[in-house]
Structures are given as C-alpha cells and as structure tokens.
C-alpha cells in the first residue's frame, strides 16, 4: 500500500471546481482577507436567494453555525434541548457549552432521523428547543415537528450541515425551522476546507445574530453606518470566516447545482446497483420520503443484524476500498452519559448505528469504480455472515 494515499478508492475526495484560486487570488490582490469583505457578501446573498432565510450568515464551521444558535436562542444551564443520539457531537456540544442538557430521542428506521413521534413524550417544563439533524441531506418530517413545536412553545434547530440543496415539500433545508445551520467542511457536498454558515429565519433573531457573530458587538451595523461607533451589546464570539475562505467558498456556490447533480447520479448508480443484495435480505438501502427531494451527500447501506460490519469494512479495506461506519451515538459516549440523558432507552438507534457502512462518494468516482465497490461489498456480506 502507498501510504500517502494507501486506498485505491477512497471514501471521500474534496472536488474543486476550478475557480478557488482565482478568487482567492483576486482577494490578494484586493488586500481585503479579514471577514465580511465583498466575497463573504457575495456568499451570503446566494444562500439568502437560493434558501429564501432572511438572514444567511458565514461561519467558520456548522459547529460555530450551532454555537450561534445555542447564544442567540438565549439557553441556560436547566434548559432541555431534544435532539437525535444519532448524530454529530457538535449537535449536542454546541448547546451543552450553554449548561443546557441534551435530550436525546430515537430515530426513525427509514431515514435515520429524528422520530417526530417520540419526540412529544420527551418534552418536560424545562425543554426549551428541538435540534433536528437531516441525515444524509434527507429531511425530518418538519411539518410534525414544527406542530409540536408550536404547540409547546418551542424554538427548531435545523443540524442541515449535510442539507445544503437539499428540500422538504421543496422548501430549502435550513430555511423550514427557526434557526438552520450549513457545513462547508471537506467532507459535505459544497466546501471551503472548514466553513459554515448560520440560516436565521426569524426576522426578530436577526439583529442579535449579528451582534453574537462580531464579538458581542453591534459593528456590523456600524458598517452599515447605522450607529456612529459600535460597543459591547452581549456575549458573543468571533464566529466569521476570513475572506480568503469565503472566496474559495463563492467558487464551490457558483457550481452548487451541478455539484449536487453529479452526487445524485452517483447515488442512484448506487441505489440502483444495490436492489439485489436488498432482495436477498442481506442489506437495506436508504429510503427517501416522498415529501423529500435530497442531495446525494451519502449513500449508505444498513447490513443484515447476523451480517459482522466490521468483517464487512475489512474485506472492503483489503481490497482498497475505504468505506466507513458513522456516528457512535451520543447517549451512550461517555460526555453523553455525564452531561446528557436519554428520554427513554434508545433501541433503534443502537441497533442501525452497528450495521451502517457508508460506501466512497466522491465528485469523479467512475462508474467502473463504482462496480468495483458493489461487488466487493457483495462478496463482503456474503462472507461475513455470522
Ligand atoms: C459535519 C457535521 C457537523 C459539523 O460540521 P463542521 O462544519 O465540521 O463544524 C455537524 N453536524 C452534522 C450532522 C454534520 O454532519
């Protein structure tokens, strides 16, 4: 194996577009590099057109992005958030650092999210939001979880860090709940290294959004001339990205739409490639709601319970293909147990989160690569029956 790149196919490859160096070579040249210069502006008109939020604005990660929602949501140590155990840490961390308590609520077996019909069981006097995580770019069922929330009084959180163009009843994910958050991270479909971007979609949070993301301060509207000097206003931090990651950022925008083709044709070659094994019971594919249009940032596959994953990934691995499980889920990791609690034992997300593999996907993964993949997982499953 070469050990600078020991797979033949790797789970994933950052695609560039081409024009990343081009703009960050125009930022150079225009000697603007610190946060909210012209290409930040440029980024967040596109998202604010593209999700129809009110207010879009870049961060330095989808972790910042929840940070920002945990202060501009105003929690405090005894509030409850309910949210997924299947999921990023960030989800819960983000709102843990404010002292309030993660709640963590099963998952649906079809989409892996949220299950909206446990999630009225585990609100108490002290819940304050629900933190939906589209997994997978597939949306929770918001109109559900929006219902709940309305009826109780609370805020929605959307993780839409795997989201970005994807849709629920072809409203943009990020846009449906109150507050919605974006990864650019390596990983995700649109990139900039690190990055992010907060969606506030309540006019009255507006305001104050800006205030957390400049340091407490109100020099946001400085700059926009409506104050004529800018002080501390609140806790905040320094949320924004530089200029030169908000240009290498605006030239993954400007191709969003064709990035997100190609990964949908990818995952369809996949999904169509993959009905066998499905009807021969040894795996289940990934199901998409009708309700939802997604955005092919992943394409998973839940293996038989008598099926041994991690015989599975090391057949794929000795064959040089890198393919991965995924989240280990919080309730049961140890800063989970210690800091928050399960509204009721957990058994699907036990269950699927030990029989996921995600296989390679990747902008110019071929489709004899693809092949390749399909029958050495086949082989795979087939070997590693218990
Ligand atoms: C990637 C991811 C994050 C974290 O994103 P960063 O930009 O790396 O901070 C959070 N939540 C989910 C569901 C993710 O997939």
Known sequence: MNPTQPYAVPFNRPYMTGNEL???????ALGNLA??????????????TQTGSGQALLTHSCTAALEMAALLLDLRPGDEVIMPSYTFVSTANAFALRGATPVFVDIRRDTLNLDEMLVEQAITPKTRAIVVVHYAGVSCEMDTLLAIATAHGLKVVEDAAQGVLSRYKGRELGAVGDIGAYSFHETKNVISGEGGALLVNRDELAQQAEIIREKGTDRSRFFRGEVDKYTWQSIGSSFLPSELTAAFLWAQLEQAESLTRRRLALWDTYHASLVELENRGLIRRPVIPADCEHNGHMYYVLLAPDI?????LQHLKSAGVHAVFHYVPLHSAPAGLQIGRAAAILPVTDALSAQLIRLPMWIGLTAE???YIVATLTEGVSIARK
């Open 35 to 48: 946060g909210d210069g012209p290409f930040t502006a440029r980024c967040q008109q596109w998202l604010k």
């Open 22 to 28: 081009t703009y960050i070579a125009q930022a150079h």
């Open 308 to 312: 041994d994953r991690g015989a599975v």
């Open 369 to 371: 690569q693809q092949a």
